[in-house]
Structures are given as structure tokens and as C-alpha cells.
């Protein structure tokens, strides 16, 4: 039962298509078998072997370009617009440092970069500032829970009841 019957170890789940790719190779090397030595493309009498790659007739504009109409010089103009946004943003990078943007939070040691607005897309803002809000409550409850465990523990004898 080396053939697999319900699965042993020496089973192949691949077995179906090796054959159908042995028999496409086979099929291909017997096609081929009368074009030896014949030239195709460019030098060739006119006919294409098979598997040569199909060129398209048609190679469909990018979306800039057809808007201004397939016109080239449209497109050179997309591409200094788009070239000089490029190097105004390079610059403002450059003059920003290795750091990014001035650190701005928290407001008595900053430390981070933290703009809503700036960094994060309108529709998502409502939810960043309810996340941040969040955050912010969260850390203050912690320190209140820090200081009532801290006092209570120092408090002495006076605080406890039995």
C-alpha cells in the first residue's frame, strides 16, 4: 500500500498534478520537435511559436493622462508638479532634523510629536480624541489609585477596622 490508499506516510496528495504537468511538457517538447533551429520574432518568416509572450495592441493611459487628454506635455507637467511637491517635502524633512517634527508634548517636558489634526485623517479624528481622552482618564485614575493604596498603607493603625 505504497500508493497511499487512505493516506499512509508514502502517499502523494500531489500526484494528479505532476502527471498533468509531465503530460503538458510532453505535449510542448513533441510541438517544438518540428521548429528546431527555426527563427522567431524579429527574423522569423512571420509565424510565432506558441509560447511566445502576447504583447498587447493596447496599453491603456494612466488616470492623469487621460483626464489632459493623452497629452504628453500634460503629463511632463504632472510630473514637475508632482517632482517639485517632492523636493518641498525633502526640504521640510531636511529642516526638521533627524527628529521629525518639533516635539511638542507633553507640555512641561516635551518629549513626542502630538498633533491630531496633522497626523491623522478628519474621519478618523473624533475616535482618536475619544482613544486619547480614554488614555488620559486612564493614567490619572491610575495615579489616584497609586496615592489612596500609598496612603492608606502609611496611614497607621487609625485607618484600619476590624
Not at 496599453?59 to 483626464?67: E, L, M
Not at 473624533?126 to 496612603?151: C, D, M, P, T, W
Request: aromatic residues 10%.
Amino acid at each position: 500500500m505504497a500508493s497511499g490508499g487512505w493516506g499512509g506516510a508514502y502517499s502523494n496528495p500531489f500526484a494528479a498534478q505532476e502527471a498533468a504537468a509531465a503530460a503538458a511538457a510532453a505535449e510542448e517538447k513533441a510541438s517544438a520537435g518540428g521548429r528546431q533551429g527555426q527563427a522567431y520574432g524579429a527574423w522569423s518568416a512571420g509565424s510565432t511559436p506558441a509560447s511566445a509572450p502576447a504583447v498587447p495592441a493596447f496599453v491603456a493611459p494612466t488616470p492623469a493622462v487621460a483626464a489632459a487628454g493623452g497629452n504628453v506635455t500634460a503629463r511632463e507637467a504632472e510630473l514637475q508638479r508632482r517632482e517639485a511637491e517632492l523636493a518641498r517635502r525633502e526640504a521640510q524633512l531636511a529642516q526638521a532634523g533627524n527628529s521629525g517634527a518639533l516635539k511638542n508634548w507633553p507640555r512641561c517636558c516635551p518629549f513626542i510629536y502630538h498633533d491630531i489634526r496633522a497626523q491623522i485623517p478628519p474621519w478618523n479624528r473624533s475616535f482618536v480624541r475619544f482613544a486619547y481622552l480614554v488614555e488620559l482618564i486612564s493614567i490619572a485614575g491610575f495615579f489616584y489609585n497609586a496615592l489612596i493604596i500609598l496612603i492608606t498603607l502609611f496611614a497607621g493603625e487609625g485607618a484600619r477596622r476590624s
